[in-house]
């Protein structure tokens, strides 16, 4: 019999039976008796001073229960959105956001008022109804204008638009470039994007009146964090204020912060003392919910004419929105990982946080790592187009190549194999075959391109010693394992899910950690009545903190039932061997106890002297450092000169996070992440009109998600290298996909267009912009 | 000012009085209780509200409860009979074909509906079928090896038969 039964399997989930069969819960599925319907009245101007507002029509509508704005709502709120300023880098301008807007406006969307009414459909009526006098200001829409001196001001509490303004130094980079044969220079931009997750927000918030408890249902990654801070600005203990949290239907980092309506909503039911239930429309989340990239980086590199790549500089503009995003500063971390995966002499960032009047930007799968490997990626084929040589060799030269390694910041990649990704990649796509054939369809006036991606990322959110000096925080991970007494297995976890499917792969860790049936395994998470505080699920950290978390307690369970054993048996504990959950004494297998008999023992009579009854633990699992997956995507397109259209004839994925604990789950976790990479490279756009700022893509019409039609078939592979940084030896996937295939869907276009002259194409590369750049070339 | 509408869902005849405006993604889940059907776009983009009526696919945010007077639904929760998936849905189950849940009672109903149509579909006749439903977890990869296993299923020419609802799903299986 296999040590391992369940880690390392292709388990089907066990999420699914309730989802295909409609019978899951989210967040509109939450019905509480007498509950009356929240709609929140937006601002329609990027910018303006709000004069006053009249509820008196919208209060005598049908059906209305309250109308509620900024004065009502200071007087139970007690603070303003809480932003982790630990992580704004130079902490220069920390504005407050309270959640309802009371004398000015900064982003077209922002709450102004709201109406509760019996149902969804009479407090939107009565919404249309709230007359908002508004003194339109000028709306300050462009990075750099906003940076200028003496530009407008995006909220008249700052002193100008800069947010942060930091710089990071990697070692002597004027030495570095001095032994350059070639300098490029390249500017590259990050659209801003919608997450979209296909469940849009909402929450339902039940505040018992005089007895000051509330439950607050929310669909979120992160129940802990809402507790904390909705409760604390409410006044509500984290003893009496529960956050429950079920199926949630998707994430992608745009649900992990407390939102404004989770506060009021929650200040609405206190108020009308009523369960309050507010859903975010498509339109309102488009408008409302945070924006993920929304950068421009000035890049300079420096290289030796056989491809050594010497020394990189670059200045990373990053659009806040109006307000800090709560984790907005993260993406600051696209600096310290811009220089891929290569050996660099020197590395020289500068990251300039920039106010304008849009919704905020914040994490967005992959926050800043994408950022980091698009402009690496593209750099490095600038190289090597520049010095004629194979990209992949301009790569292979530079590749880190021995581990641990210390970068140029001081982060230390604890594993890794890139040219074996890169090689395995190659083959599988047949890349000599691939660039003969490019040369034969050249010939024909068809135009085919490859573009490589080989990246490394930084997972595992974290440990303490890394982000206790830069943010004072310790991004811990909680579990508690409880055997009961005929065996089976409650498991509380602090982290959450929203599609990643850790019900079923927490279980498989605990059934061969534990040696009990994966059947008879319970994994509970997003309700915090009944799990330990922890940080909730983003940065593909669940399984790495998480997962470690979940050992911890099993560790500690079995060192319980082997004292237990030992007790039984009357043996010395030393003596007792466990083998697949099946405790016995050296040398006498036969007689054996099952976990399950010891944790009957363990609530029953006759224990040993001084041991305390049951057989449970509580762990917290601080990592000793991030962990680091990487991996070779290569992409191959066909770009019709005529039209512009891109066609993608192969993706290619070679990825390596470590040991796998689910094959099928983190197949998934890479096709999903490797559309999204391949959707911002091609389709999406968040457009905001460049004068007044209104968003233009206010809709699904607008705003282009791929359907099934243009995704392609993507051809996965993987290696294993194993993370020493922790037992299980695993690092993270909820992120890679989209890490890696923005830039080489870029990368592949930039190739095909090469004999056009053209060196550099921007995203999303619609047909539209490559045409227009193919006619401009050919005049 | 109401109207009364009757109708047969899942198999069960209902009369209510609603509001003419009442869509009837809305009254599925809120009067009826029906709330596999789900909401995520608002402008008939996504698929999410995908249900059948008459035995076609259509949107039910897009469609108002009186138009549904005196007709049959079929909702999500109606698919499964006797405790038995609809191959669809174990096929979405077999091939990991859904993350967070959230797009897939729309895409099981367009599916059962595109394979009814049409019960051997090519990759681009599912393409073609299903380019009403959006799905941001999956990069659709496991949707459409889903479509194509239950179309096999459906016409005898799988491997594995359509297992039961109730029981494992531990088993392991090799990758």
Not at chain 1, 43 to 72: C, E, N
Not at chain 1, 125 to 137: C, I, K
Not at chain 1, 744 to 750: E, K, P, S, Y
Request: aromatic fraction near 8%; charged fraction near 20%; glycine fraction near 10%.
């Amino acid at each position: 019999m296999a040590v391992t039964t369940m880690i390392g399997a292709r388990i089907q989930r066990r999420e699914d039976p309730k989802l295909i069969t409609g019978h899951g819960n989210f967040i509109d599925d939450v019905n509480l008796v007498n509950m009356a319907h929240m709609s929140v009245v937006r601002s329609p101007h990027a910018h303006a001073r709000i004069r006053s507002i009249d509820i008196s029509a919208a209060l005598a509508s049908k059906g209305v229960v309250a109308v509620l704005t900024a004065a009502d709502f200071k007087a139970v709120i007690g603070g303003p959105l809480p932003v982790t300023n630990a992580f704004v880098p130079d902490k220069r301008q920390v504005p407050e956001q309270f959640p309802i807007a009371a004398d000015e406006v900064a982003y077209a969307g922002e709450p102004v008022a709201v109406v509760v009414a019996e149902d969804r459909y009479l407090a939107d009526d009565a919404a249309q109804l709230v007359m908002v006098d508004y003194e339109p200001l000028p709306a300050v829409m462009d990075i750099e204008k906003a940076m200028e001196p003496g530009s407008p001001l995006v909220k008249s509490d700052r002193s100008d638009n800069i947010g942060w303004d930091a710089a990071f130094p990697g070692g002597d980079i004027d030495a570095a470039f001095a032994e350059a044969d070639v300098v490029l220079k390249q500017r590259i931009g990050q659209q801003r994007v919608f997450p979209t997750a296909m469940e849009t927000r909402g929450c339902v918030a039940d505040y018992i009146p005089y007895d000051n408890r509330c439950t607050l249902w929310t669909s979120t990654q992160v129940p802990h964090f809402i507790r904390l801070f909705v409760g604390g600005a409410l006044g509500v203990p984290e003893s009496q204020f529960r956050v429950v949290s079920h199926d949630v239907g998707g994430g992608f980092g745009a649900k992990l912060r407390p939102y404004p309506e989770e506060y009021l909503a929650t200040a609405a039911s206190k108020l009308t003392e009523r369960p309050v239930k507010w859903i975010e429309d498509r339109t309102e989340s488009l408008q409302a919910t945070t924006q993920g990239r929304g950068q421009i980086f000035d890049v300079e590199v420096a290289a030796k004419r056989d491809g050594t790549l010497l020394g990189l500089k670059f200045t990373q503009l990053l659009d806040i929105g109006a307000y800090h995003g709560v984790f907005s500063a993260f993406q600051v971390v696209a600096c310290l990982l811009g220089g891929g995966c290569y050996t660099w002499k020197a590395i020289n960032a500068r990251s300039i946080g920039v106010f304008t009047n849009r919704m905020s930007t914040d994490p967005y799968r992959g926050a800043g790592r994408p950022e980091a490997t698009h402009l690496v990626e593209r750099i490095v084929d600038l190289v090597a187009l520049e010095l004629g040589m194979d990209p992949a060799e301009v790569r292979r030269k530079n590749f880190i190549t021995s581990f641990p390694h210390t970068n140029n910041f001081g982060l230390v990649y604890d594993s890794g194999e890139y040219a074996k990704s890169l090689d395995r990649a190659m083959a599988n796509i047949d890349y000599p075959a691939l660039r003969k054939r490019q040369e034969e369809l050249r010939a024909k006036g068809r135009y085919t391109g490859i573009g490589f991606s080989t990246y490394v990322e930084i997972c595992g959110l974290g440990p303490s010693s890394a982000t206790a000096p830069a943010a004072g925080i310790a991004l811990v991970e909680s579990s508690m394992v409880r055997v009961h007494p005929a065996g089976s297995v409650t498991v509380s976890v602090g982290t959450h899910a929203h599609g990643q499917g850790h019900e079923t792969t927490f279980a498989q860790i605990v059934a061969d950690t534990l040696g009990v049936p994966y059947d008879s395994v319970e994994i509970r998470h997003g309700d915090t009545g009944d799990t330990p505080f922890g940080y909730g699920t983003y940065g593909s950290r669940s399984l790495a903190v998480g997962g470690m978390a979940i050992m911890a307690s099993c560790h500690k369970v079995v060192e319980k039932a082997k004292k237990l054993a030992a007790h039984a048996f009357e043996a010395s504990e030393e003596d007792i061997v466990v083998d697949q959950g099946r405790y016995s004494v050296r040398g006498n297998p036969g007689e054996a106890k099952a976990l399950a008999e010891l944790a009957f023992a363990s609530y029953g009579a006759g224990l040993p002297e001084g041991m305390e009854h049951g057989l449970e633990a509580v762990s917290y699992f601080d990592p000793p450092n991030f962990v680091w997956p990487f991996g070779c995507h290569i992409c191959a397109v066909e770009v019709d000169p005529e039209t512009g259209a891109v066609s993608i004839d192969r993706y290619v994925a070679v990825d390596d996070c470590g040991n796998v604990i689910n094959p099928m789950v983190v197949d998934g976790q890479l096709h999903g992440g490797i559309a999204q990479g391949i959707s911002q490279a091609l389709f999406e756009e968040v457009q905001y009109d460049d004068e007044t700022g209104q968003m233009l893509t206010g809709t699904m019409l607008d705003y282009l998600i791929p359907t099934m039609a243009e995704m392609p078939h993507f051809e996965l592979d993987r290696t294993v290298t194993p993370s020493p940084t922790n037992e299980l030896g695993v690092k993270g996937i909820g992120e890679a996909g989209t890490i890696a295939s923005s830039i080489a869907v870029i990368n592949a276009i930039t190739d095909a267009l090469t004999p056009f002259g053209i060196k550099h194409v921007e995203m999303p590369a619609r047909p539209d912009r490559l045409w227009s750049m193919i006619k401009e070339a050919r005049a | 000012m109401t109207q009364s509408v009757a109708m047969t869902i899942n198999g069960r005849r209902r009369e209510d009085h609603v509001e003419p405006r009442l869509l009837l993604v809305h009254y599925l889940r809120e009067v009826a209780g029906l709330t596999g059907t789900h909401i995520a776009c608002d402008t008939s983009q996504c698929g999410a509200c995908t249900v059948l009526i008459d035995g076609e696919a259509v949107k039910s945010c897009s469609v108002f409860t009186v138009q549904a007077n005196g007709r049959q639904v079929t909702t999500i929760e109606g698919l499964a009979e006797d405790g038995v998936l609809h191959p669809v849905q174990q096929a979405f189950w077999n091939e990991h074909g859904l993350q967070c849940g959230f797009c897939t009672p729309g895409f099981i109903m367009a599916a059962a509906y595109l394979l009814k149509q049409n019960p051997s579909p090519t990759d681009e006749e599912i393409e073609r079928g299903l380019e009403g439903n959006l799905c941001r977890c999956t990069g659709y990869e496991n949707i459409r090896k889903a479509v194509r296993s239950a179309s096999q299923a459906m016409n005898g020419t799988a491997a594995e038969p359509s297992a039961q609802l109730v029981g494992s799903a531990a088993a392991p299986v090799e990758d």
